[in-house]
């Protein structure tokens, strides 16, 4: 499988045994729980209908249905639809949830690596991308797999930076609210325009580079940092301890971190603090771009630079830790040759009754402007 195909299953054509009046193939690299929006639509009914006759009594459009941990429900949806059950399966996120965090079990909080749809009931806060273009390039438009993973931000194919939310009136994508006065899945469920009519940004070439890089890694279950091969949960952990690194430059960018890191990849001093503090899954796809690029110019970098760097500035253990317990493999031998002063906080006990400055305003303002747009 090529990484830059975006292969993740071959979809199914094979609709013999299906009972429906209208039988619908499964896209290459569809998404599972759009594709059941798309067969609810082409049989005349809306999602809601088609799955309380599946499921009598249970509420799937309050769940992340791809990332179910129990597959046990597409029985039904199999038989009536004629599609087999491992071809529904392949659809869902279990085999990319397996590869990046090692069990396909589905955590209680925000998954690492995958978009998180914020449910509430039926509603939803973000956690769906897709591109105008591939929408306009389809016999009907259809949502691929890759658009649910956060590391996806760009559309390699059109070269542009995908979106997360309607263009016309800003809501989340929720194609499991349309109703059957919608012909596809590419509408808004909100303001009922076309996606397919959105503009886009334009790629940044070091996301989609990473986006190749990282889909090759779970393609073949190994990365690469410098000379060390790794399991693909393993390579997604050092991306990871990136990530919360370059989050710090952003906090402190006359840091000696800092200096350090812009001396491996000169990209890391642009980087702007995100202004809302939301985890990586919960950010638009431009901030996770933008972030993504710095951390394609540290991997790439590899170890013996990053340890060059860390030596240089006077870097010590307890400043490449921050927070966290241990240093991921191999970034933790280098690490811990280094000096181990430990940095002491002062904290006060009491609350502080000042104002908050800006930046922290700002940060609460965008966190209740993702809620109510949702
Ligand atoms: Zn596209
Ligand atoms: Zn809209």
Not at 139 to 156: E, G, N
Not at 350 to 361: A, E, H, L, N, T
Request: proline share 7%.
């Amino acid at each position: 499988m090529h990484p830059t195909h975006y292969s993740w299953h071959a979809g199914e054509n094979s609709l013999g045994k299906a009972i429906w009046p209208v039988p619908l193939a499964l896209s290459p690299d569809e998404l599972l729980s759009t594709w059941i929006v798309r067969l609810a639509l082409a049989n005349g009914c809306e999602p809601l209908v088609l799955t309380g006759f599946l499921w009598p009594g249970w509420r799937p459009w309050t769940i992340d249905l791809d990332r179910a941990s129990d597959f046990s429900y597409l029985e039904p949806l199999s038989k009536y639809s004629g599609i087999r059950i491992g071809s529904l399966v392949a659809a869902s996120l279990r085999a990319v949830a397996r590869a990046t965090t090692g069990t396909s079990k589905k955590p209680n909080t925000t998954g690492p690596w995958i978009l998180s749809l914020g449910t509430r009931n039926r509603k939803r806060l973000g956690g769906l991308q897709y591109c105008s273009y591939c929408f306009n390039g389809d016999a009907t438009p259809f949502y691929r797999l890759q658009w649910r993973l956060a590391w996806h931000t760009c559309c390699p194919n059109h070269q542009v930076i995908l979106n997360d939310r309607c263009f016309w009136c800003r809501a989340a994508i929720e194609p499991h609210r349309l109703t059957t006065r919608n012909s596809n899945t590419a509408y808004c469920a909100r303001c009922g325009d076309n996606h397919g009519d959105s503009l886009h940004l334009r790629a940044v070439s070091s996301a989609m580079a990473f986006q190749s890089l990282a889909d090759a890694v779970v393609c073949s279950g190994v990365g690469r940092y410098g000379p060390v091969l790794m399991t693909a949960c393993e390579w997604f952990i050092v991306v990871r301890y990136f990530l919360m690194l370059l989050r710090c430059t952003t906090r402190h960018p006359n840091s000696n971190l800092t200096k350090c890191l812009v001396s491996i990849h000169s990209q890391v001093g642009t980087l702007k603090s995100t202004m809302s503090g939301l985890p990586f899954e919960l950010l638009p796809p431009f901030e996770r771009a933008q972030m993504l690029c710095c951390v394609y110019g540290l991997v790439q970098a590899g170890p013996k630079e990053l340890k060059a760097a860390m030596i240089s500035w006077g870097l010590t253990s307890a400043t490449m830790m921050q927070d966290w317990p241990s240093v991921p493999y191999p970034i933790n031998e280098l690490v811990n040759a280094l000096p181990s002063r430990r940095r002491t906080r002062k904290r006060s006990g009491k609350c502080s009754q000042k104002p908050k400055p800006p930046q922290v305003v700002m940060r609460m303002w965008a966190k209740l402007c993702r809620k109510n747009y949702g």
